[in-house]
């Protein structure tokens, strides 16, 4: 069973660019597929991106498209979430999530409801 453990957050300034990691343990990533969510105060938590291990296609919501990049580690236990031009909206706890994925998908799975195994959490505050 995986375990996941995403880097410490930070507080940052609007404008400024922030990479999150998240690292497994108990098992490499080649066969999931990783995604990263947030949860701003007050707020639900909302998907941000996903990527497919295997075959490194990535799926970033669309209204952080062109600001958020996911991407691997050049060992397979690592997921990176880079975040730029970061905006006080962008204040949320991230969440690294895994499920497992057998061959090319054809969906990108935003539901939190599709993933087996998550992280603690790392809270990222965004100043203005």
């Known amino acids: 069973q995986v375990q996941l453990v995403e880097s410490a957050g930070r507080s940052v300034q609007a404008g400024d660019s922030l990479r999150l990691s998240c690292e497994a343990s108990?098992?490499?990533?080649?066969?999931?597929?990783v995604a990263w969510f947030r949860q701003a105060p007050g707020k639900e938590r909302e998907f941000v991106a996903t990527?497919?291990?295997?075959?490194?296609?990535?799926y970033v919501t669309h209204s952080l498209e062109g600001r958020f990049t996911i991407s691997r580690g050049s060992a397979n236990n690592t997921v990176y979430l880079q975040m730029n031009t970061l905006k006080p909206e962008d204040t949320a706890v991230y969440y690294c999530?895994?499920?497992?994925?057998?061959?090319?998908?054809?969906?990108?799975?935003?539901?939190?409801?599709?993933?087996?195994?998550w992280g603690q959490g790392t809270r990222v505050t965004v100043s203005p």
């Open positions: 999530a895994a499920r497992r994925q057998y061959g090319t998908p054809t969906v990108y799975y935003t539901s939190e409801d599709f993933y087996d195994y």
């Open positions: 108990g098992g490499p990533f080649s066969s999931y597929m």
């Open positions: 990527i497919n291990w295997a075959d490194g296609s990535a």
